[in-house]
């Protein structure tokens, strides 16, 4: 295989063979869904439904209060019990709509299939995007009918699939490679339509070999005169990242503080591409999603379709438990995650996995002066001087954090995994980068 990658990076223990083995399953739906009215990079939803309304699977509860946004579905069919605000992944309470679940999971009569591919203009493939709440489900969560609205200006003629899931512990994408391959191809043929684009790459990682041949063998099945091509990536974090995957598939450098789109490129997850699969075959909206459920900490690991508002705490019961040395709860993975003080967390359109940690992975480590060995300013994948920036942000010195590039930092975590003094790095930037974009909006 060839071995497409960039500089800097690392190569942390991955531990994918918790669940790289597992086949997608479907999570028990609970009894009751507690669903998040932000679940996006963006401006926030509106409820649109009132307490005691009867909703259906699919149906819009959340309507979107700005362009950069996405609607919400109902995961279950059921009674509005409560509209207030709950627990969130980020940290800080949100409005969420709590739906008691009947159990019949009916679905919305508005879900109905699309005329096909061929017959679909490219405006109508953005409008189901948007219709069907569509963001990027690799985590960031960008509104999908947003990156298929570009400039005019501006002319996309590559898009890119993003199948390296990169971050340790996390196997979601590579299982939908497996399963689903046909629909990662259609959904990449409707994502090039929507764009106007003549090349369509498919990045996996070469820790997936079963992926890249099941990828293979969909876009020599799929037909339909794209230009698409499978390109196998050496395996190192973080390869999945956007600029990264955009320099080791074409060759092209995104300026700092630049989108993708300024070199003509549009990324994509996996996951989104099988979302717009469905949206376009089966009017389906986006109320579900697959989660690696998996670490150390948890008796069953596995790959499971999520419905959107399930709490944290109903897959753990699902998946066996908790281990009895079970110490940390991350969702997402353990270099990009976020920590939680809780289970009664919802899981939402951005959930990509549930990671229980034991006590060998979370021990306190005394942190040290910097003992300028530059290991730090040797793996960054944007050519920052973490170290530089980082102590700036420790002093409190936010201009000198802003001008050394702070802003620039995407919080992959390479620095602070890779420094011997172990100074909490990213934790240091991002603090930063909040101080930076505060005094900017003033």
């Known amino acids: 295989m060839s071995e497409r990658t960039f500089v800097g990076g690392i190569h942390p223990s991955y531990f994918k063979d918790y669940t790289a083995g597992i086949p997608i399953a479907p999570a028990r739906a609970p009894s009751q869904v507690i669903i998040p009215l932000q679940q996006n990079i963006g401006a926030p939803c509106e409820a649109i439904v009132q307490v005691g309304d009867e909703v259906k699977v699919g149906q819009k509860i959340g309507e979107p209060?700005?362009?950069?946004?996405?609607?919400?579905?109902?995961?279950?069919?059921?009674?509005?019990?409560?509209?207030?605000?709950?627990?969130?992944?980020?940290?800080?309470?949100?409005?969420?709509?709590?739906?008691?679940?009947d159990g019949q999971d009916t679905p919305f009569e508005g879900m109905k299939p699309n005329k096909s591919l061929e017959e679909l203009t490219a405006e109508e493939i953005k409008a189901i995007s948007k219709e069907a709440g569509l963001v990027g489900l690799g985590g960031?969560?960008?509104?999908?009918?947003?990156?298929?609205?570009?400039?005019?200006?501006?002319?996309?003629?590559?898009?890119?699939?993003?199948?390296?899931?990169?971050?340790?512990?996390?196997?979601?994408?590579?299982?939908?490679?497996?399963?689903?391959?046909?629909?990662?191809?259609?959904?990449?043929?409707?994502?090039?339509?929507?764009?106007?684009?003549?090349?369509?790459i498919i990045g996996v990682e070469d820790n997936k070999p079963d992926a890249v041949s099941s990828m293979r063998k969909a876009v020599a099945d799929a037909g339909g005169g794209y230009n698409i091509e499978i390109q196998p990536l050496h395996t190192k974090y973080p390869q999945g990242a956007e600029?990264?995957?955009?320099?080791?598939?074409?060759?092209?450098?995104?300026?700092?503080?630049?989108?993708?789109?300024?070199?003509?490129?549009?990324?994509?997850?996996?996951?989104?591409?099988?979302?717009?699969?469905?949206?376009?075959?089966?009017?389906?909206?986006?109320?579900?999603?697959?989660?690696?459920?998996?670490?150390?900490?948890?008796?069953?690991?596995?790959?499971?379709?999520?419905?959107?508002?399930?709490?944290?705490?109903?897959?753990?019961?699902?998946?066996?438990?908790?281990?009895?040395d079970a110490r940390k709860l991350i969702l997402g993975g353990p270099m990009m995650g976020f920590a939680q003080p809780t289970d009664e967390i919802p899981?939402?359109?951005?959930?990509?996995?549930?990671?229980?940690?034991?006590?060998e992975f979370v021990?306190?480590?005394?942190?040290?002066?910097?003992?300028?060995?530059?290991?730090c300013v040797e793996v960054c994948p944007m050519n920052l001087l973490p170290n530089f920036i980082g102590s700036a942000s420790e002093k409190n010195v936010m201009d000198l954090a802003e001008k050394y590039g702070a802003m620039d930092c995407f919080e992959c975590g390479c620095c602070t995994f890779t420094c011997p003094a172990k100074r909490p790095l990213v934790q240091w930037i991002r603090i930063a980068k909040g101080a930076i974009a505060a005094s900017r909006k003033k």
Do not use: W
Not at 288 to 314: A, C, H, Q, S
Not at 364 to 374: E, F
């Open 65 to 101: 209060k700005g362009f950069v946004s996405a609607p919400i579905h109902a995961s279950v069919s059921g009674k509005v019990s409560k509209i207030e605000p709950f627990n969130h992944s980020m940290g800080t309470p949100v409005m969420a709509v709590f739906i008691e679940n």
């Open 140 to 200: 960031a969560t960008f509104p999908t009918h947003v990156k298929l609205s570009p400039p005019p200006d501006i002319q996309i003629d590559t898009v890119i699939i993003n199948g390296a899931e990169c971050e340790p512990f996390l196997t979601a994408d590579h299982r939908l490679m497996v399963e689903r391959a046909e629909d990662v191809v259609f959904g990449l043929q409707a994502f090039m339509k929507a764009l106007g684009a003549t090349r369509g």
């Open 243 to 324: 600029k990264m995957l955009i320099k080791a598939t074409t060759g092209r450098e995104v300026p700092p503080g630049a989108l993708p789109m300024a070199v003509n490129v549009v990324n994509q997850n996996t996951g989104t591409a099988i979302a717009l699969a469905e949206a376009i075959k089966l009017g389906k909206s986006l109320y579900e999603r697959v989660v690696t459920v998996t670490g150390p900490g948890i008796n069953k690991p596995g790959n499971f379709v999520v419905r959107n508002g399930t709490l944290i705490r109903d897959l753990i019961e699902q998946c066996g438990g908790l281990t009895p």
């Open 347 to 359: 899981a939402i359109k951005g959930t990509s996995g549930v990671l229980l940690l034991t006590e």
């Open 363 to 375: 021990k306190d480590v005394p942190i040290a002066p910097c003992i300028k060995c530059g290991k």
